[in-house]
């Protein structure tokens, strides 16, 4: 698995979104114990803290250990720097595994045995995502453009199937449909700047060619359509595929 947000860990745990509390209803209602979860490929922990709230104890592991210097503290939540693909849990040790914007980096064919190792009978697998921002016409075409015109040679191969909603990886699990749902918030424009910033490839981008590509052009253009002081609504659409032991 690669570790492409270390060096971003901090704006990642300020400006990354998180997930809609209808997500986790609706998980939540596909299970039937909380004693133990497991977040896994964490990062700052934004999904183990939401299932601290109802799970006994939550497992929390990640390869970036500057990611999980930033992670949510909570008493029922354990955090350790271990790979997707060799987790060192028991069997049958959890009712419930989350995997938020990372399943696209695993090595499925190693990733899914161990899962479904550790899973309990009945047990839930979640792997969850977000596709690009949704704002309004003239910004989504100036983020748009970065996104596929700017950095789109700087995007890994693993993008794709994010922009696919993971429709085209392989799942070995009794499959259960997610409803449409999505996250939305009200940001700034310094906000937005902060997102962008946590993108692997705009940091691909600055290591080749030494600085940002969120130059002064670039912003000209995103304040023609998104004035000083305004407050845009952005829409996250979420994806996933969710399935059964």
């Known amino acids: 698995m690669k570790d492409n947000f270390s060096t971003q860990a901090s704006i990642y745990a300020r400006f990354r979104p998180g997930y809609p509390s209808q997500l986790f209803d609706f998980l939540f209602g596909l299970c039937h114990n909380f004693d133990c979860a497991w977040d896994c490929a964490t990062g700052n922990g934004q999904i183990a803290g939401v299932l601290a709230a109802r799970f006994r104890q939550v497992e929390a592991t990640d390869i970036s250990e500057k990611q999980l210097q930033q992670a949510i503290p909570k008493p029922n939540i354990r955090y350790r720097i271990e790979a997707a693909e060799s987790p060192s849990f028991p069997h049958n040790s959890f009712d419930l595994i989350t995997v938020g914007q990372s399943a696209h980096w695993f090595q499925f064919d190693k990733f899914y045995p161990e899962a479904r190792r550790v899973l309990r009978p009945g047990g839930v697998l979640a792997l969850v995502g977000y596709n690009l921002l949704k704002i309004d016409a003239p910004t989504d075409s100036v983020i748009k453009h970065l996104y596929s015109s700017v950095l789109g040679t700087y995007w890994d191969a693993e993008r794709r199937l994010v922009d696919e909603a993971y429709a085209t990886i392989p799942f070995p ?18 906000h937005m700047l902060g997102y962008l910033e946590t993108w692997s490839a705009l940091q691909h981008y600055v290591r080749k060619n030494g600085r940002s590509p969120l130059d002064e052009a670039f912003l000209a253009e995103l304040r023609q359509a998104w004035p000083e002081n305004a407050i845009k609504t952005v829409r996250f659409p979420i994806f996933g595929r969710i399935g059964l032991k």
Not at 173 to 190: G, H, K, N, R, V
């Open 173 to 190: 699990f009794q499959e259960i449909t997610l409803p449409d749902m999505a996250m939305t918030y009200e940001w700034s424009f310094d």
